[in-house]
Structures are given as C-alpha cells and as structure tokens.
C-alpha cells in the first residue's frame, strides 16, 4: 500500500532528523495562513522579518481559500480503507 510506505518513509526521515522536520496542521495552514507560519517560524528559532509578513499578509488576501469553490477530499475516494490508515497512523 503507497500511504503505509509514505507513512514510513516519513516517520524513518523525521527520526533521523527530527530538529529539521516540523509537522504543520493543514487546517492551521488554510484556516490562518500567517499565525500558521509565525508559530512554524517561532518553532525552528527564526525572526519573521517585518516585510515577509507584509508579502505573506498581502499574498494570504489576494489568494483566499475557497476563490475558485471548495472541493472535499476523502480516503473513500480513492478506495482507502479509513480505519485501515487510522490503525497505521496510530501505530
């Protein structure tokens, strides 16, 4: 199954190098763009300068979520056994 390789694949790379991954929320991303970086920012102890958060404000209000509609991913489209990756992830 590609997701349990993923899964892997990822967990082996964040183990050998777990102070150059750091996980970002996908809804944290899209629900608030720029706390989202500010706190992946603080996180890797680095400043944001003063005009990335001007570009990434001005880039979050030109480019908002749901402009061109919204679309809904599921497992269950792509023939994904929901509790079959929830077990995985669990583990």
């Given at each position: 199954?590609?997701?349990?390789t993923?899964?892997?694949?990822n ?10 991954i ?5 809804r944290d991303l899209t629900?608030d763009p720029?706390?989202?970086?500010s706190?992946?920012y603080?996180?890797?102890?680095m400043?944001?300068?003063p005009?990335f958060?001007t ?5 979050a ?16 489209d792509g ?5 079959q ?6 583990s």
């Open positions: 199954m590609l997701f349990a993923e899964i892997d694949r967990r082996t790379a964040r183990q050998a190098s777990s102070t150059r750091h996980d970002v929320d996908y629900d720029i706390r989202a970086i706190t992946l603080d996180s890797l102890r400043p944001v300068a005009a958060r570009a990434l404000t001005a880039y209000r030109s480019y908002p979520m749901g402009r061109h509609g919204t679309h809904r991913y599921s497992l269950n023939h994904i056994d929901v509790d990756v929830e077990r995985r992830l669990a």
